[in-house]
């Protein structure tokens, strides 16, 4: 466990956001968060955790304590018929770890390739893209309770897994450090290949059966082109949910929009496609200040140089309320806000 004061945190928020951090302890493994929890001085002060701050939109200077996860190691626990199940640090990178499994022959989470950030983060918003969620390759989980300083391991059930969402956004946010992640990687493998993008790739290289590098190459080459690399512009990925209606709703929409692009869901339900209504309301290009609207996806935010968390708010807010306006849904946002 190391202890720091008055640590920035524009270099550990990939929005590029100024703040800082009053106090910042790295944790590198169970034991290290048990010495926090221990501590006459930090275990009772309020906690905030961090691992890659692809997610988080930092409005101010940070009072809380914040924990960084630097727990890591990745390594394949059993190998039957039915399934590779493996485990990773929290700290990892997910990127990395995805490719990992890939050059160890266990494929199943290709789909999911380039999401920023960490392991340890990834069930916390139950990450998804390309017609996966984590949920579907999840095993169980190990964190420790920042109140009794005890290991908790967590099934499925336990961590509430919903669209973005889970257990730890809600009543653990702040209580509980995830320091590591089991994988479940069914066998035989299967391609996940249902998205509309993934179907224009299999089109335009005439190659309809491709093996689990192949979908990977494709995932990480469509994201290059549709979202901006926060090394270059600061953003956190998708800002708004896409917001699920139900049919009725949906068919209300479509009376007044026809052009609306929606997703009908295995439950009846129907997901809305946020980027496509900020970009009907105009917002596409605008910005409040340096903080503005990606030119290419309306659903991305981005950091133009110099933008407060200020700015990123009061735009969130405009758009916010001209969706509201025009189509009577309130965006929820998708980063977590500090
Ligand atoms: C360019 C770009 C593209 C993106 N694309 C996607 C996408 O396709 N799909 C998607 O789902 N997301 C996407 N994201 C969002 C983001 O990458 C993911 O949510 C990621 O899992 C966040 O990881 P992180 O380590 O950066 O988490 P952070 O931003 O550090 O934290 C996010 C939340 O998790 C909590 N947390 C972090 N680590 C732990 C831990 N070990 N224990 C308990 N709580 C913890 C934090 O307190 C915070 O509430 C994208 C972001 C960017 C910048």
Known sequence: MRLERGVSLKHLNTFGLP???????????????????????????HKFILGGGSNVLLTRDVTSLVVKVEVTGKRVLSESAGAWIVEAGAGENWHAFVEWTLDHGMPGLENLALIP?????????????????????????????????????FTQAMCQFAYRDSVFKHELAGKSVITRVRFRLPRPWRPVLGYLDLERKMLESGNTSPEARQIFEWVCAIRRAKLPDPASLGNVGSFFKNPVVTEEQCRDIIGRDPEIVHYPLPDGTIKLAAGWMIDACGWKGKAIGDAGVYEKQALVLVNRGSATGGEVVTLARAIQESVYGRFGIRLEPEPVVV
């Not at 800082?20 to 221990?38: F, G, M, N």
């Not at 990834?122 to 109140?147: C, H, M, T």
């Open 117 to 153: 950030g960490t392991v340890g983060a990834a069930p916390v918003q139950n990450i998804g893209a390309y017609g996966l969620e984590l949920k579907e390759r999840f095993e169980s989980l190990d964190a420790v309770d920042l109140v009794t300083g005890r290991t908790v391991t």
């Open 19 to 45: 703040a800082a951090a009053q106090r910042l302890v790295r944790v590198a493994s169970e034991s290290d968060v048990r010495k926090v929890v221990d501590d006459p001085e930090l275990g009772r002060v």
